[in-house]
C-alpha cells in the first residue's frame, strides 16, 4: 500500500542550528513529493515539491529538501533555524493509481532560544 | 478569490446534529479534495472530485458523510448525525490540475459535545 512516513513525532533544536525532518515513503513508481508546514490554527502552507528533475529542492523560508531514490526518502533540512519556525510539518506524496495526497504523521519541531 | 476560504472557522454541534461545511476553492480550480485531521494528526484523505464530478470517496469513514460540488466550483461536506468521533479539523484543498500542487483552506474545526 502507498504510505509515507515520518519517523520523528517530536523534534526540539536550538535556535541558529541545523535542522533535517525525515521523510520516507513507500509507492510503486517515484510520486510527486511535497513537504507542507502547520503553525497552530493554521491551514497547510507548501515548502517545497519535487516532481523531477534536480534532486535537491530549494523552497521557500530558507528550507530544502533532497530526493534519494535509493533509499525512498525526501528529508527536509535548513541550516540554520528562527525561533518562527517552530510549527508541525508534514511529509505528503502524490502518484500511482490514485488521485491522493497521501500525508505521514507530521513532525513537531519546537525551537529553543 | 485570494486563496482557499472554509466557513464555518469553527462549529460545534450536539451529537446528532446535522452539520455542513463549506469550501470555496481558488478559481479556476479544476481539483478540490476534503481531508480530515484529528487532533495530533496528519490530515486523511476523505472525498475529491475533478470539476463536478466525484471521482473519488474511499475515504469517507461512514455514509454519514456526504459531499458535492454541484456546479464545479463551491463544495459541501455533510455529516448527518453527527458522533463524538467526528470531531477533527476538516481541510478543504484545490488543485489547477491532477497531480499538480494542492492549496489549501484553514480548516473548519468541527467539535462535537
Known amino acids: 500500500a502507498q504510505s509515507v512516513t515520518q519517523p520523528d513525532i517530536h523534534i526540539t533544536v536550538s535556535e541558529g542550528a541545523s535542522l533535517e525532518l525525515r521523510c520516507n515513503y513507500s509507492?510503486?513508481?517515484?510520486?510527486?513529493l511535497f513537504w507542507y508546514v502547520q503553525s497552530p490554527g493554521q491551514g497547510l502552507q507548501l515548502l517545497l515539491k519535487?516532481?523531477?528533475?534536480?534532486?535537491l529542492v530549494q523552497g521557500i523560508k530558507g528550507f530544502e529538501a533532497e530526493f534519494k531514490r535509493s533509499q525512498s526518502s525526501f528529508n527536509l533540512r535548513k541550516p540554520s533555524v528562527h525561533w518562527s519556525d517552530a510549527a508541525e510539518y508534514f511529509c505528503?506524496?502524490?502518484?500511482?493509481?490514485?488521485?491522493?495526497?497521501?500525508f505521514g504523521t507530521g513532525t513537531l519541531l519546537a525551537v529553543q532560544p | 478569490g485570494a486563496g482557499v476560504s472554509q466557513s464555518p472557522r469553527y462549529k460545534v454541534a450536539k451529537r446528532g446534529q446535522d452539520v455542513a461545511l463549506r469550501c470555496d476553492p481558488i478559481?479556476?480550480?479544476?481539483?478540490l479534495f476534503w481531508y480530515q485531521q484529528a487532533l495530533g494528526q496528519g490530515p486523511e484523505f476523505l472525498t475529491y472530485?475533478?470539476?463536478?464530478?466525484?471521482?473519488?470517496k474511499s475515504g469517507l469513514p461512514s455514509d454519514r458523510f456526504f459531499a458535492e460540488r454541484p456546479e464545479g466550483s463551491v463544495s459541501t461536506l455533510k455529516i448527518q448525525r453527527t458522533q463524538q468521533e467526528d470531531s477533527a479539523v476538516y481541510l478543504c484543498?484545490?488543485?489547477?490540475?491532477?497531480?499538480?500542487?494542492?492549496?489549501f483552506g484553514q480548516g473548519t474545526r468541527l467539535t462535537v459535545v
Open positions: 484543498a484545490s488543485s489547477p490540475a491532477q497531480g499538480t500542487e494542492a492549496f
Open positions: 509507492y510503486g513508481a517515484t510520486p510527486y
Open positions: 519535487y516532481f523531477s528533475g534536480d534532486t
Open positions: 505528503a506524496a502524490y502518484g500511482g493509481a490514485t488521485n491522493k495526497l497521501i
Open positions: 478559481s479556476g480550480h479544476v481539483s
Open positions: 472530485f475533478q470539476n463536478e464530478a466525484q471521482l473519488d
